[in-house]
């Protein structure tokens, strides 16, 4: 993807605020304080996405405007994630049947509480209260 000039391996960008005597000026800045990541290069593709999820990345959080823009990245490069996938993020078991459309699926997982993270969490705020 990178070699085609869909996406560029590169800092992200910080806003720079500079004051002039006319007034203030804006741009956006490479910041290499933080890692390098994949940026999408503006224009170049023809369907919209809104994030990449990378197994080897941290994962952004996922909400309901989302869901039906995420893509994966799938050998050398990137699909759509699927309804199903999208259920095994959020922690549901794979007998799990959702009886509506792939968009109001999304929808609805945008808007779900990840059950194992909520357990993990309640779990060890539980261990801490018992050491007390």
Request: charged letters at 30%; glycine letters at 8%.
């Given at each position: ?8 391996y590169e800092y992200p960008k910080k806003l ?117």
């Amino acid at each position: 993807m990178t070699a085609k000039g869909y996406l560029k391996y590169e800092y992200p960008k910080k806003l720079v605020r500079i004051e002039t005597g006319q007034g203030t000026l804006t741009r956006r800045e490479y910041d290499t304080t933080k890692k390098k990541g994949y940026n999408i290069v503006t224009g170049k593709l023809s369907f919209e996405i809104n994030k990449i999820l990378d197994s080897n990345d941290i994962a952004p959080t996922l909400v309901a405007t989302d869901m039906e823009k995420l893509y994966v990245v799938d050998n050398d490069g990137l699909r759509r994630l699927s309804l199903k996938e999208g259920l095994r993020l959020f922690g549901y078991p794979e007998s799990y049947k959702f009886n509506v459309s792939e968009k109001e699926g999304f929808d609805l997982l945008g808007n779900t509480v990840v059950f194992p993270v909520i357990k993990a969490v309640a779990g060890r705020l539980i261990d801490s209260l018992n050491k007390r």
